[in-house]
């Protein structure tokens, strides 16, 4: 269980840092190189600050340390961490409760489409 907002952020970049190192590794292994840091979007600023600086933190001495992966990816400038305002976080959309509006904006930014207005061949 996470002690902060941070933590928990911070955890969920780790994941998908690691996620993301493996889905380079199978690249390679298809013989399609990535040769440029990947990016990933957080919209929480301590989280991001945590990773970029290597120095300790004494506020945050309870993180375990198997959640510095996402430090060393950033070191070796395997992923780039960004941050993103948290009302313009798409991933929002699999996690919360939105208004219509911003449903919808984020639905389209996704490039996802509802099932009446994709063109269907061959009604029964």
Not at 89 to 105: M, P, Y
Not at 110 to 117: A, D, K, P, Q
Request: net charge negative; hydrophobic share 40%; glycine share 2%.
């Amino acid at each position: 269980m996470s002690l902060s907002t941070t933590e928990a952020e911070y955890r969920a970049t780790t994941m998908a840092a690691q996620e993301s190192t493996w889905l380079i590794r199978l690249m390679n292994d298809l013989h399609q190189v990535t040769d440029y840091a990947i990016p990933l979007y957080c919209d929480n600023q301590s989280a991001v600050r945590l990773a970029e600086n290597p120095v300790f933190h004494a506020r945050t001495k309870h993180v375990e340390v198997h959640y510095h992966f996402i430090r060393e990816k950033v070191l070796e400038e395997e992923v780039k961490l960004k941050q993103i305002k948290s009302e313009d976080q798409v991933a929002d959309i699999f996690t919360k409760g939105l208004s219509s509006n911003k449903f919808e904006a984020f639905c389209q930014q996704l490039g996802l489409i509802r099932i009446t207005e994709a063109d269907v061949e061959g009604e029964c």
